[in-house]
């Protein structure tokens, strides 16, 4: 099984700050990742997919990106306020795939 | 975009077989792949496996054989059946639907979640 670790698993900030997720993989997932936010109560919303393309209607201020087959990240340049939710990645390189623990943005 | 909606009952005794219905509605099921997914409360997200219209399956191997996810084209529904439950069965069930390009697969619509707590 690829195992798939997300960091932080919480952070504090600020409306408008810059911040970014990271989500390594246990082995080489090539581009097959995605990163979906999760509001209290509600279903996921697939926000990057294939590591940084960017899904249909979502802003602008999220992106994706890699730094090898490994490392992933997901950056939100200025937080609003309805980006303080839960972030999960995702590794589809393997069937059925699997999620990170995902990563909590909270108010500072 | 397609419009998901899970149903079924929301509670189901230990050891006994869990049962949900996904309806799609907004585009045809008989053109993509479909998949179940659970969260527990408070927990991560989970996938429990995927189905293509034409019946081919893949499961997650941590459900050990429990899991039957199956399609009905005549209603546009999948189902999932998950049989032997305990507590830690006890999860938010969504459906969704699993589409691909040249770089992922990825789940891009999704249905609202409906709890399912095993208890006595």
């Known amino acids: 099984d690829i195992q798939m670790t997300q960091s932080p698993s919480s952070l504090s900030a600020s409306v408008g700050d810059r911040v970014t997720i990271t989500c390594r993989a246990s082995q080489s997932i090539t581009t097959y990742l995605n990163w979906y936010q999760q509001k209290p109560g509600k279903a996921p919303n697939l926000l990057i997919h294939?590591?940084?393309?960017l899904q249909s209607g979502v802003p602008l201020r999220f992106s994706g990106g890699s730094v090898s087959g490994t490392n992933f990240t997901l950056t939100i340049s200025s937080l609003q306020p309805e980006d303080f939710v839960t972030y999960y990645c995702q590794q589809t390189f393997t069937t059925p795939g699997t999620f990170g623990q995902g990563t909590k943005v909270e108010v500072k | 975009q397609v419009q998901l909606q899970e149903s079924g009952p929301g509670l189901v005794k230990p050891s006994e077989t869990l049962s949900l219905t996904c309806t799609v509605s907004?585009?045809?099921?008989?053109?993509?792949?479909w998949s179940w997914i659970r969260q527990p409360p408070g927990k991560g997200l989970e996938c429990i496996g995927h189905i293509y219209y034409r019946g081919s399956t893949n499961y997650n191997p941590s459900l050990k054989s429990r899991a039957t996810i199956s399609v009905d084209t005549s209603k546009n529904q999948l189902s999932l059946e998950l049989s032997s439950v305990t507590a830690a069965d006890t999860a938010v069930y969504y459906c969704a639907r699993y589409s691909s390009d040249w770089y992922s697969y990825y789940f891009d619509d999704w249905g609202q979640g409906t709890l399912v707590t095993v208890s006595s």
């Open positions: 294939g590591t940084s393309y």
């Open positions: 907004g585009g045809s099921i008989s053109s993509s792949y």
